[in-house]
């Protein structure tokens, strides 16, 4: 390709982004654009299939048919979301067994909130109700992302995740309702989710390594703070309408800037839970590598399959004209 014939495509793909039109996998691209989705959505769908894990404890110990039926289904979304995400991936020129390789060797990450242990039925509630609450303000914006086959998958996704919220924050209302034992569990898994919850929106726009080349692709389309405080300002109603309190004594309305002010997040237990020294990292990894051993059988019989019928198929017209 003659240099005159790049430019000539770079205009078109920066016209394209900036008259918000969606990028399609056949269109032609930068490298760098290319490279930055397939990190974020790798992470992405990572992070769905890992997640599983934390809530997936509790299906054994669900405390009513209703609440394992509803636990059951939302675990069972997160698997679908994976799928999505990994065949979303896919238009972008990976496989998702190099995808799922970089993922097991440790070489592509996945949230690090599923790094912490789920220690009560009441954290259950509390992950649908903020780090799936987390999850929906950082994943509405993503539905008009310039990238189509992300934005597409975005919008299912995020109806499942607004139904994972909903069960959640019912599940949490319950126990705050109920006896001053299941109150006090509620409070303790509020207490351990909240702050954990906010580092999911990533680190302070001053120091997001990613986000104005992002930003500027239409990947991204607020800043890491922005959706954070949109998140503050969503949860504080729904906490008092729950009856619990959030554990930040700094947390207040803020009248001038029309937003509620919080306290200082501790970024090094982050970086310390992304370093691999979370509660739960060598856990979640070795039971995601076990799970993917021992499913080997299914896929190499799956592939098999496939072959049989890709076969028959070519057989099957000559045998009609023999
Ligand atoms: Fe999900
Ligand atoms: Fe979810």
Known sequence: MTS???????????????????????????????ATLIRQMA??????????????????????????????AKVQDEAGHGLYLYSAAETLGVSRDELLDKLHTGR???????????????DVGAIGWLVDGAAITNQVPL???????????????????????RQGYELLLALSKGTPAQHAMAQDAVDRWWWPSLMMFGPPDDASAHSAQS?????????????????VDICVP?????????????????????HHDFGTIDWSELTEVIKGNGPCNEQRLG????????????????????????????????????
């Open 215 to 231: 930003m500027a692709w239409k990947i991204k389309r607020h800043s890491n703070d922005e959706l954070r405080q949109r998140f």
């Open 108 to 122: 592509q990450k996945y949230s690090s909130i599923f790094n912490y242990p789920t220690l009560t039925w009441a």
């Open 287 to 322: 039971q995601r590598r076990r799970a993917h051993e021992e499913g080997a059988w299914v896929r190499e019989a799956a592939a098999a399959h496939a072959a049989k019928r890709r076969t028959a198929q070519h057989t099957e017209p000559r045998e009609a004209t023999a």
């Open 43 to 72: 992470q992405h769908a990572h992070s769905e299939i890992i997640g599983m894990q934390p809530e997936a404890n509790w299906i054994t110990r669900a405390p009513s048919l209703r609440r394992k039926a509803i636990l059951m």
């Open 143 to 165: 539905c008009r992302c310039s990238y189509g086959p992300y934005a597409r998958a975005m919008v299912r996704v995020c109806k499942e995740e607004s139904f994972h919220q």
């Open 4 to 34: 005159v014939t790049t430019e000539a495509y770079e205009a078109a793909f920066d016209a394209a982004v900036a008259a918000d039109e969606r990028i399609e996998p056949r269109d032609w691209m930068p490298e760098a654009y290319r």
């Open 238 to 258: 729904q906490a008092e309408s729950l009856g619990l309190s959030l554990p930040d004594p700094d947390l207040r309305w803020n009248e001038e800037r029309g």
